[in-house]
């Protein structure tokens, strides 16, 4: 398993950005899936997004795409969420989650990763 910390939420109003990063410890990170799920209060956890370490591949929720973006840095151990057009229904705190590649058994499927950092909270206001 590896350390994740979330950094880069907050307050921003409708039509806004804002860009989460999600670093992670260990020096086996390029052989991670990187997810992103996000929950609102009173909701249950939605997956956002992923990219995939063997080719860099990314995929995003239908509710965040063409809007949000996800890219990372594996020298700096980094995965980003780029968040644009921000919506006020996009309030929630945001997770990053991973699980080595070889292991996961579904990328959009919460329980499929193993290790999680502790949430950022966004908020849009509108």
């Known amino acids: 398993q590896v350390q994740l910390v979330e950094s880069g939420g907050g307050l921003v109003q409708a039509g806004g950005s804002l860009r989460l990063s999600c670093a992670a410890s260990?020096?086996?990170?390029?052989?991670?899936?990187m997810g992103w799920f996000r929950q609102a209060p009173g909701k249950e956890r939605e997956f956002v997004g992923y990219?995939?370490?063997?080719?860099?591949?990314?995929y995003t929720a239908n509710s965040v795409k063409g809007r949000f973006t996800i890219s990372r840095d594996n020298a700096k151990n980094t995965v980003y969420l780029q968040m644009n057009s921000l919506k006020p229904e996009d309030t929630a705190v945001y997770y990053c989650?991973?699980?080595?590649?070889?292991?996961?058994?579904?990328?959009?499927?919460?329980?499929?990763?193993?290790?999680w950092g502790q949430g950022t909270q966004v908020t849009v206001s509108s």
């Open positions: 989650a991973a699980e080595e590649e070889d292991r996961i058994f579904s990328y959009r499927d919460y329980s499929s990763y193993g290790s």
């Open positions: 260990g020096r086996t990170f390029s052989r991670y899936v």
């Open positions: 990219i995939r370490r063997s080719d860099g591949g990314t």
